[in-house]
């Protein structure tokens, strides 16, 4: 079962993000500000994180590069902010996609079952192999 961490700190939408991802089929794990958030990332096995931008401690983006420089795990953003400018800069930062609050639990669900799959295949992708040994260059955001 794939394992997804949560990273937001309402817990309102925690509870509702935890409870669409878990009839969807996943395993969640839930955090609720960024220090706690970065710690569960950087020491579980994750196949995705939802991340909020606005966050105690460290904020989403805070988060998100400090993971980014020991971890490609796909990365979904979540953020009452809707700035173009902002959403360039987490794809650049290395985020696979981007959802705006109020958001739709269905929509929420529909880009992580997306999301998850185009990682996976990149994934199988980019693995190469060469007699035991096994090289692993996975990124994956485009
Ligand atoms: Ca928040």
Redesign the pocket.
Same mark, same amino acid.
């Given at each position: 079962m794939e394992h997804i961490l949560i990273i $937001? !700190? $309402?817990r309102d939408v925690n509870r509702l993000l935890a409870q669409t991802l878990k009839e969807g089929g996943y395993k969640t794990t839930s955090a609720y500000d960024g220090m706690e958030g970065l710690r569960m990332a950087e020491n579980g096995a994750f196949d995705l994180i939802m991340l !909020?931008l606005?966050?105690p401690y460290f904020s989403g983006d805070e988060v998100l590069r400090r993971l980014r420089e020991k971890s490609n795990v796909p990365v979904i953003m979540i953020s009452a902010r809707d700035m173009v400018r902002t959403k360039t800069d987490l794809l650049t930062l290395g985020a696979v996609d981007y959802i705006t609050k109020p958001f739709d639990l269905g929509e929420v669900l529909a880009r992580v079952v997306s999301n998850l799959r185009r990682c996976k295949k990149e994934e199988s992708r980019k693995q190469l192999t060469y007699g035991n040994l096994v090289l692993d260059k996975v990124f994956c955001f485009s």
């Open positions: $937001e !700190d $309402e !909020d606005m966050l």
